[in-house]
């Protein structure tokens, strides 16, 4: 698509009505053909170091525990934890509101 406005055998017009895209974005890809894989800033909601801290002094808390303490969304620490590299536990045990006598799995 950018070559072939490019090299003039189509217009800006004809491109964005064949491809059914914005003439904005056609023209911002002209201008940086440069495919951004990272991000241009830092996260600014939930610091990384104040989350490792909170998931090591916290490790068995769910998402909302933390999202309250940090005062962000559950969401905002999903995305923060997924981020990090740091996935849910896959534990075999009960929530901590059940207890184990209550629990049908043995550890």
Same mark, same amino acid.
Request: glycine share 4%; proline share 3%.
């Given at each position: ?20 895209? #914005?003439?904005?974005? $056609? ?23 104040? $989350?490792?801290?909170?998931? *090591? ?7 909302? =525990?933390? *999202?309250?303490? $940090? ?6 620490? =999903?995305? *923060? $934890? ?12 009960? #929530? ?12």
């Amino acid at each position: 698509m950018i070559k072939s406005v490019e090299n003039k055998d189509m217009s800006i017009r004809q491109a964005c009505t064949f491809y059914n895209i #914005s003439r904005t974005t $056609l023209q911002r890809w002209l201008k940086n053909q440069v495919i951004k894989q990272t991000r241009d800033k830092p996260p600014n909601k939930i610091p990384n170091k104040l $989350l490792l801290k909170d998931v *090591a002094q916290y490790s068995d808390d769910y998402m909302y =525990e933390r *999202a309250q303490r $940090l005062g962000c969304s559950k969401s905002g620490i =999903e995305i *923060a $934890l997924k981020r990090l590299g740091i996935s849910q536990k896959k534990d075999l045990g009960t #929530s901590k509101n059940v207890s184990d006598e209550k629990s049908d799995v043995s550890k």
